[in-house]
DNA sequence: AACCAATAGTGTATGCTATACACAGTTTCG
DNA sequence: CGAAACTGTGTATAGCATACACTATTGGTT
């Protein structure tokens, strides 16, 4: 054995597999303080506190920080988000910003609302939900794609801001002309989320690495690897099988004559999974009909 | 105007160290250097690098490492998952671990594909594949559910190890007998995935909120009251009518009479979900029969 | 058997990160 | 006017990943 430390009793070679597992049991022995912790940021993100009437009047507005932080992030990708980044884009120093957001997490919070946006205003006159539902979901892809950062971050147990209502808002006003009960369309508004949340994996991915300058081939070329390893593996019988009926793995403009079983691109793919997703609502509200 | 620097004299970056980076704009400048690190973590995850005939003995393996960081994240969250924390766990220093995994992200890869496991084998006789697909959603929402770590990292562009592989091979095994084309297949297993995945982040959130020792209803009021802040608020006249038509938020176990237009649980929820997915499936299914 | 190259684990150092704290200048209320 | 409340700065600290050099170990080669 190579230079160990004398400090005594490691788990001898024969402990290996058998853990103990004592000390710091992950809570912070604070239930309530975790419930806090939310409730503290969701009203950060949500209220203003109120303006001080003594004191020095402050140079820069939340705003201008979360807009600052927004453009690092779109610029350079999330790892270079950090508070001096920030900081230095605004011509302060790291501290300031700490007059205004208690905390980096605050304000990702508030970035993360703020770059999510408003959907897109409906243009034209309203269409059929199903065509309403269609926009919707190719806003919300096209969103997610414009800011893959977006998907770094996780997105489970942040709190939901103004934005992100705006954006369920405009789903169940495309939802409404279903009929549906408000359970219902509560119910469908998530599916599609979930849907539309889920497949957009892929195209983010892309995304990211487009903005990094990687070009689409190369991008294709890495995905691909993974699953072609399935090919001679006797583990995946039926992937390698359907990996090796298709002529390609996944791409983004259809670098081949489109034939009869064509693999589809990966927009063709969202959109086939979409009026899957969509056939299965329309199912539902059709038989619910008569009721 | 407080203390405000002359813009001219911020501290440029490379005042500091004497080796500092170039401004990283973001692309590392090299496109190509991209995809071969994709590439790089795709290989460190599927293969194992030839053991050197000279010098001493691992007293380690790749295995125990990742072992030992699962049950730091199982215990303790992602956050907890340090380098150091693992190595401690092992009884061993930080450096150690970096004669098995280059950098902390490799072992992270191989964490995630090593905690994300292989699917249930399937106990009874073969059911059909509407059945069979649920019984796959419902196990890899379990996985996720009994490890949130794994959705606090960004799976976006995350190299496919083998159990990830092997998920999605159960998944064409459900699929088998719906006579689809090896095309179709790739696309329903996008979809069913896609929904899984986007519709897991609640039950997620629960189980973290749990695992940190949280109670369902501290859980459920935080996660509510985002949601209740569109109730007077004028910019969400749709939510906020279907919000006050119901009881009240999302919760886990209902903790009111069931009624005719019941607000779903969130096990529910998801359930209602997937089977309109299956819907929409299926419809596309029965409309291919006759090709 | 003696040697040497390759390796394992250690100790230490570096730089980046978030952020606590105290200070100096600024504004407004009493 | 003076104190209180505030803004931005400078400095300090602790935690993190990880580079590098060192020592002990090992097995192939002579």
Redesign the pocket.
């Known amino acids: ?5 004398g ?1 005594g009793d490691r788990p001898s070679p024969e402990t290996k597999g058998g853990r103990r597992r004592e000390d710091l049991p992950q809570a912070p022995a604070n239930p309530e303080s975790a419930a806090r912790d939310l409730q503290k940021r969701s009203e950060l993100l949500w209220e203003d506190p109120p303006r ?9 507005s939340r705003e201008d920080i979360v807009q600052a932080a927004i453009s690092v992030a779109d610029q350079s990708g999330l790892a270079a ?5 920030v ?1 230095e884009r605004l011509g ?5 910003l ?3 957001f208690p ?3 605050a304000l990702l919070d508030a970035s993360v609302d703020a770059a999510m946006g408003t959907p897109p205003r409906r243009s034209g006159p309203r269409e059929s939900w199903r065509q309403e539902v269609k926009h919707w979901a190719y806003a919300k892809r096209a969103m997610l794609c414009s800011r893959p950062w977006l998907a770094e971050l996780p997105f489970v147990a942040a709190p939901h801001g103004p934005n992100w209502l705006s954006w369920h808002e405009a789903l169940l006003e495309a939802l409404a002309d279903t009929g549906l009960s408000p359970e219902d369309l509560m119910d469908m508004l998530s599916v599609v989320h979930a849907y539309v949340s889920g497949a957009s994996d892929t195209a983010i991915s892309l995304a990211r690495a487009r903005s990094r300058g990687m070009p689409d081939e190369l991008w294709a070329q890495a995905v691909g690897r993974d699953l072609c390893r399935a090919i001679h593996d006797l583990r995946y019988p039926r992937l390698s099988a359907i990996l090796t009926s298709q002529s390609g793995g996944i791409s983004d403009a259809s670098p081949l004559p489109v034939r009869a079983g064509r693999p589809r691109t990966m927009e063709e793919g969202f959109d086939f999974g979409l009026e899957r997703v969509l056939d299965g609502i329309e199912r539902y509200i059709d038989s619910n009909e008569g009721s």
Chains 1, 2 share one sequence.
């Open positions: 054995m190579a230079g160990r430390t400090q001080p009437s003594r004191g020095s009047k402050p140079t820069m988000l950090t508070m001096y980044a900081a302060f120093t790291t501290m300031a700490y007059r205004y905390n980096k997490e």
